[in-house]
């Protein structure tokens, strides 16, 4: 499966973006799909991940701001960003956890 993250883009702090990311093919039999994020000069971290069965996992620094789900129908998992933070600034990627990784969508926060 191929995976094409989209919704990125520049924003004023306090603000929201909602990602998008669809699959080529079905998702439903991919335990868990998530989001990373990379800020210039430092490593890809975790953002979210959401399993099949819509369990959820946040990274402490998103928890209550940041929701991730899924729809295993129309292949798409989102990542609906509020209260955004000058440092959120990253691009974001959307990954299978299995290896396979979107393009990635910048994602800038203006303080």
């Known amino acids: 499966v191929q995976l094409q993250a989209s919704g990125g883009g520049l924003v004023q702090a306090g603000g929201s973006l909602r990602l998008s990311c669809a699959a080529s093919?079905?998702?439903?039999?991919?335990?868990?799909m998530g989001w990373y994020r990379q800020a210039p000069g430092k490593k890809r971290e975790l953002v979210a991940t959401?399993?099949?069965?819509?369990?959820?996992n946040y990274a402490d620094s998103m928890k209550g701001r940041f929701t991730i789900s899924r729809d295993n129908a129309k292949n798409t998992v989102a990542l609906q960003m509020n209260s955004l933070k000058a440092e959120d600034t990253a691009v974001y990627y959307c990954?299978?956890?299995?290896?396979?990784w979107g393009q990635g969508t910048q994602v800038t926060v203006s303080s």
């Open positions: 093919g079905s998702i439903f039999h991919i335990n868990a």
């Open positions: 959401i399993t099949r069965g819509g369990s959820t």
């Open positions: 990954t299978d956890l299995r290896g396979t």
